[in-house]
């Protein structure tokens, strides 16, 4: 197993397999327009399943497909198929905001794909529409319950908590998950990418998150799932499901933090907030071996001392905290 330089283990991959988009959340990726990548230079299947391997090889055992919206890549079942039967591959899950969900939730199941994370804001029609620009909520909708006919579970529902903006949707998306049996995780509004003009007064921190669900219904905190997830869990003290907050902003946890990052085009990033990504593609399509791609793997990431967040609330509480001043690689080439 491959370790940092703070002796963080090389746990999670996230794997983006798109940088293109359906939607066009604020949060995200704002503009109208962008500069997609060239479709010659997006990873293939085969060079997915290759790149997954040597990570599995360094102490990976869970992987997420991301995007963009991993759902536009064409025959996604064909690489599900492939990544499920990777050997010492624990967890194989996709985030998707569910708007394509419907008419593909049974092909990933069939193709091993264990679960499924849902990205969705409201249950506003007309504020989803808003906030995605384009999307339709009945269609995300119908797309949840088909994962859930198909077996994809635990499906867990994502929501990117913004003051003014959704912070009135909290109770609801509760309530909805905790009538049909889903898991619901907030997120704190974070200054992801470069676009999306990110400011502090939009925040509302977990603590605000958990008050006002908790007064409503008690909650009974679980902690971190195996000590290094992201979430800060909760089960809701009637037996009634569970949530989950991940604050990134308010309560930092670098020093656990597991996870890498596989751009779209091949590029290897070691926290969601780096500014550079190190070329793997070009090393794949040179005619690099196996133990030279994969030392390349180990060697990023003995050297990896991201710890972005932490130095964010330090500069937040000293109110030093300028986002703009960190170039960073955008939201939707990055995949969450």
């Not at 998150?209 to 007064?215: F, G, K, M, N, Y």
């Amino acid at each position: 197993m491959v370790t940092d330089s703070f002796q963080r283990p090389l746990k999670d991959l996230r794997i983006s397999v798109t940088d293109r988009c359906n939607f066009r959340c604020t949060y995200c990726m704002p503009l109208d327009e962008y500069e997609w990548i060239d479709k010659k230079e997006i990873l293939t299947f085969e060079e997915i399943e290759r790149i997954a391997k040597l990570f599995i090889a360094r102490g990976v055992d869970k992987i997420r497909l991301t995007g963009g919206e991993p759902l536009v890549r064409q025959d996604l079942h064909l690489l599900i198929a492939k990544l499920a039967k990777l050997e010492g591959l624990k967890d194989l899950c996709l985030t998707t905001n569910g708007a394509l969900l419907a008419n593909q939730a049974s092909a990933l199941a069939s193709a091993g794909l264990k679960r499924v994370n849902v990205s969705i804001d409201t249950l506003d029609k007309e504020k989803f529409k808003r906030m995605t620009k384009r999307g339709d909520l009945a269609k995300v909708l119908e797309g949840i319950f088909a994962a859930q006919a198909a077996g994809l579970g635990p499906i867990k529902l994502n929501a990117v908590v913004e003051r003014g903006v959704n912070d009135d949707d909290i109770l609801p998306l509760v309530e909805f998950c905790r009538a049909n049996g889903f898991a619901m995780r907030f997120i704190e509004y974070m200054d992801v990418g470069n676009s999306n003009n990110w400011t502090s007064a939009k925040l509302v921190a977990k603590k605000q998150i958990i008050d006002l669900i908790h007064a409503r219904y008690p909650l009974r905190e679980i902690g971190r799932d195996q000590g290094s997830a992201p979430a800060v869990d909760y089960e809701f003290v009637d037996g009634q499901g569970d949530i989950g907050v991940i604050a990134s902003v308010t309560e930092p946890f670098c020093s656990s933090c597991t996870r890498s990052r596989i751009t779209a085009d091949g590029k290897f990033v070691t926290c969601l907030f780096s500014d550079v990504g190190h070329d793997l593609k070009a090393r794949l399509r040179s005619g690099a071996s196996d133990d030279e791609v994969g030392g390349f793997i180990a060697q990023i990431w003995s050297g990896r001392a991201d710890r972005y967040s932490a130095d964010r609330l330090a500069a937040l509480n000293s109110s030093s905290y300028d986002p703009k001043s960190h170039r960073k690689i955008e939201m939707i080439s990055l995949g969450g």
